[in-house]
Every structure is written in C-alpha cells, then in structure tokens.
C-alpha cells in the first residue's frame, strides 16, 4: 500500500511530493502501531516511500521530464501514452526487488500492539484545496489537446490555494516558511553545470556515441542512469536535451527513463534523494551510504532493463 500510493502520489505531483508527504507519515504510523517492533520496519518503508517514485508516468511527476518533454516536442498526452507502459513495468520489477531485499524483516506475522491512530475529519480548507489540486491535475490532457502550456492553470491553482489557505486564518510567513526556496539555488547551480558540461564538448560526444551505437535505446538509457547517479539528474536531463536535438522521439524516452532511474545508485543523484535521506535523518533514522548503494543497485538494475525493454516495443 505504501509503494503504491507513493507511486501514485508522484505521478500526480512529483516525485519530490511523494518523498515529502509519504515517509514521514508512514514512519509517524509505523512507530504508533508497533511501539517496540518499528525499528525493524523503519527502513523498508521508507525505502518503499523513495523507490516507488520511479520512471515518470506523466511529465508532471518529474520536473525535468517535462522540461526535456517540451524541448523536444513531446507533448502532455503523447508521454502518459508511451511512458505509462514503462512506468507500470519498472514500478512492478522495483516492488518484487525490493521486497525481495528485506523478505527478513517483512517476514514477521506478529500483530500490531499498538492502537490505530485516529483520522480527524479533513477541515473545509483542505477539502477546497485538494479540489482545486484535482482539477488543475485533470486540466492538463485537455490543455495538452489544445496545445496551451500547462502554467496557464497551475500558477493560478497554486495561487487559489495560498489564498484559501491564508483565508483560514494561517499567516503567509508560516506558509513560506513550509516553502524550499533553496530548491532556486539549487535547480540555477544545476543549470550552469549542464551548461558548462555542454560547452565542453560532452553533449556533441553523446550525440556521436548514440549515433554509432548498434543499440542505440539502452546505450541512452544506460548513459541516463549512469550520469543522473554521478552528476545528478537535472544537469544530465539538460545535457541529454542538447545531444538529442532532433534525434527520434524513443531516444528522448530512453533518457528520463535513465535519469528517473539513476538516482537510486547515489544520494547526489537526485534532489528527491536528497530530501528522503534529510527527512530520514530529521526522524532519526539514518540511511548508511553503502546500504543506498547496494539497495539502489539490486533494484535500479532489473527495473531499468525492463523499462527500456518495454520502451523498445512501444516507442
């Protein structure tokens, strides 16, 4: 159930969304219902929180899957039809793998001693904001139909939202302060390494290895993942958008296939990588970078050979 609604919630906001709202909650419910057995369960859940958050389903769930998506012409409608296919298989292969890593601790049948925890009823607030969130969600393919930039209702839905937030008497410093703003810094440091790395010769090098490549798709994919892991997956989407210029449409799938995938080998791989371990730790629970590494390569691997797998029979 955690996996999936983290994979759920991801593909409907982000990938961040999901690291953000999902694991500290699941580890919040863990420790109220097993008291003195949570230690156990903490780390496969929240490891079932981060790895859920897999290929990308719809452009949206990744901010530099739709950043690539729309450079290369892609549009809202024409990803979700090629990518949901792929994000379904890779997220099926990541479930089986990492349940299989911790069979040991999930094996354990005793009950739950502690007591459910009781849901309070969702305030008017809340239910207009996840209103206004799900309408803004669904406008998108209608949008992408009319070929209008998907902005043109986010910005005023997350507006409405600040609104009726601030009209239910919650300060606007308290709602800025729940805000990342290092999240610009971040994303314009991003920026000058991909620039810096495309003026250097990288992105023309690419174009010339994928163009002689006898299979082109994985080498894409492969190089995605491998680069997202190593330099992180904002610059190497951005790389990949300038060697890709004009190359086929599968080719630009194989490459957020990998950068989606990628940031499961290295913490640095991706800024979602980055906020999970922060959020563990804040929770004390801490995530040993050998356990990342070696969790990260049991289940990137067999989830990225099926996802570019099924990328080659439906792209």
Known sequence: FVFALSAITAALLSNDAAILLVTPVTLTLLRTVYPRRNPKFLVPFAFAAFVAAGVAPLPTGNPMNLVVAERAGIGFNTYALHMFP????????AYFMLAWCFRRPLA???????????????????????AITAASILSYPVLAALDEPLWIVAAPAAL?????TMASGIDLRRINRRISWELVPFVFGMLVLATALARSGVADALTTLYARSPAPVPTVGVIGAAGSALINNHPMALV???????????????ALVG??????????????????????RSAGVPIPLAMFVRVGLLVTIPSLVASLAVLYFVA
């Open 86 to 93: 792929v994000a379904l298989v890779g997220s099926l292969v």
């Open 108 to 130: 354990d049948q005793a009950p739950a001693l502690g007591a459910w925890p009781a849901q309070p009823p969702l305030s008017p607030t809340a239910r207009t904001v996840l």
């Open 160 to 164: 409405a939202c600040v609104a009726v």
């Open 240 to 254: 990949h958008s300038l060697a890709l210029a004009g190359a086929p449409d599968r080719l630009v799938y194989a």
């Open 259 to 280: 950068g989606d995938l990628g940031p499961r080998l290295l913490p640095i791989g991706s800024l979602a990588g980055l906020l999970w371990l922060h959020s563990l």
